[in-house]
């Protein structure tokens, strides 16, 4: 194994809607050397910013766990299933009932594979198969490739699929030679979220000075001390309201949760992304050059608190 | 009879709470308001409630009793999300993967499991203006939060109309919040972010079967993409919500534009009644 550490930056939020993919597409454009990857595996949306040839990527399955599988040639409607059943996944069809020797049927998106009805059908009508929970794509892209993935509709195994983009990002930055995966998260803090902190480098919160922004952005750096994940944070749209951008800073200092920068509330996001770039190439904006040194502090603020040697080791 | 409308979207931050608070605050019947995003909940911040129940929501988790327990590993192999290992002759369960199914439980030939309920976060329910509300709050560094929204969900009521306020994106969170709606109302953003988003959510809400529609939101800030997308694919467009500073300023602060702007009071009623509407059909 190459001696240097590679290291991982992840851009999270709490809420919605914040500026996440935004952030993370003008970093890829001022870095040098890096893997992207877009970690928000149920709505991913980096690579409309980033990939010169969108869907180029090549795609491999993503295989996560098992669904249940009814024959209902040879159920004989005891119900037993639905007894076990802890998920709601076990529906009776249409004038069927227990007992009454009609056939139940599985409600695929609630499933969880536990393999609980089939241990316990006594006629074996139930079986496992694998399942195909989405897919993940290596893509090129402008800035480097970029690593993200596609969970189906309804699917619930995304920590899983996160880790997977977060592994395939890394053995990518090892074989190029770059130094630096940049995560573009998912909002919450459930377990993609997770998957994409845990044993991070940083975390970097992008939020607004919103209530909701500000109520999120307190369980997010929660999280992140949970997890002893050094976090950072940057405001945008910091003058819908002046006032709570002043209380949020307030709050971070006193959790010692360094504030980057602050971006203003700009039009200049909504057309970039209209026209499919990042805000850097959308001409000069104030919202540019706030990118521009919040990126800039970002890599100081990777230098003060992620593996220190890894730098050196790099050169 | 009650009726459930879930308001949800993929992509996040797209105004589902904005909506789902105006519509419930504009609507001249009874009304419950669920916040089913666990995660992250913001209702509460525009309603104020006055709580009349906090309480503990718990799991089914097992615990193995050393002195019962004969090694045997029949509890390791009827878990099939690797929860439990056999190490030295002894079960070594990792809780994180469980997914509380009891199967370990009924496996065991020695009767050296019991399930004991693990707290996975909280339940809050009240009201405000007449309004009932309920939401549920994910314990940090919690992962599975579909427990959590299903008993948010058992707050229902008998009568009158139910609102979701569901979590953004399209996995198993989502689908837990929707899957019993009567009707979904998925909210976008015109912008290519938000249109590829929607894609997704039509995706799922097609694949549950439950009949839905659009609200665009901020609807002159991008472009006519998300229009065009509705109209090729025969999905109604149940309103538009456009970008306003001054609705901006009112969500930053936790104020309702509904309540102090009467423009909106109607624009927000009218999104409702055409979601009723529909449902009656």
Known sequence: MPDRKIKQISVISGKGGTGKTSFVAAFAYLGKDLVLADCDVDAANLHLLVAGRPGDGKAEPFKSGFKARMDADVCAGCGRCLEVCRF???????????????????????????????????????????????????????????????????????????????????????????????????????????????????????????????????????LCAHFKVPACAAINKWDINPDLTISIEEHCRKREVEILGSVPFDPVFVRALTAGVTVMEYGESDAAMNLNAIWTALQNFLRKYGNGDSNAAAN | MSTTVAIASGKGGTGKTTLAVNMAMSSPSQVLLLDCDVEGPNVHLFLRPEYSKRESVTVLKPVFDPLKCTGCGQCRKACRFNAIVILAGKPLFFEELCHSCGGCVRRCPARAIKES????????AGTADGLFFAHGLLDIGQSRSSPLIARVKEEGMKRGLVLIDAPPGTSCPMVESVRDADFTVLVAE????????????????????????????????????????????????????????????????????????????????????????????
Do not use: W
Not at chain 2, 117 to 124: A, I, K, M
């Open chain 2, 190 to 281: 015109p912008t290519p972010f938000g249109l590829h988003d929607l894609k997704l959510a039509v995706m799922t809400v097609r694949k549950l079967e439950i009949p839905f529609a659009v609200v665009i939101n901020r609807a002159d800030l991008g472009d006519e993409s998300v229009k065009i997308y509705c109209f090729e694919n025969a999905i109604d467009v149940l309103g538009e919500i456009p970008f306003d500073r001054r609705i901006a300023v009112l969500c930053s602060r936790g104020d309702v534009p509904s309540v102090s702007i009467p423009e909106y009071r109607a624009m927000f009623l009218a999104i409702l009644e055409r979601v009723l509407c529909r449902i009656e059909k």
């Open chain 2, 117 to 124: 309920p693990t707290r996975v976060g909280s339940l809050e």
């Open chain 1, 88 to 222: 709601h996944a076990v529906r009776l069809t249409e004038g069927a009932g227990p007992g009454r020797g009609n056939p139940v049927s599985i409600r695929e998106l609630s499933c969880e594979g536990c393999g609980c009805c089939v241990d316990e059908c006594p006629v074996s009508a139930l079986s496992l198969v694998e399942n195909t929970a989405g897919e993940l794509y290596v893509s090129p892209s402008r800035f480097g490739t970029l690593v993200h993935a596609r969970l189906a509709p309804g699917e619930g195994t995304s920590g899983k699929l996160v880790t997977r983009v977060r592994q395939r990002a890394v053995e990518i930055a090892y074989r190029q030679g770059a130094e630096l995966v940049l995560i573009d998260g998912s909002p919450g803090i459930g377990c993609p979220v997770i998957a994409s902190v845990s044993n991070a480098d940083g975390a970097l919160i992008v939020t607004e000075p919103t209530v909701s922004g500000f109520h999120d952005l307190t369980r997010v750096m929660d």
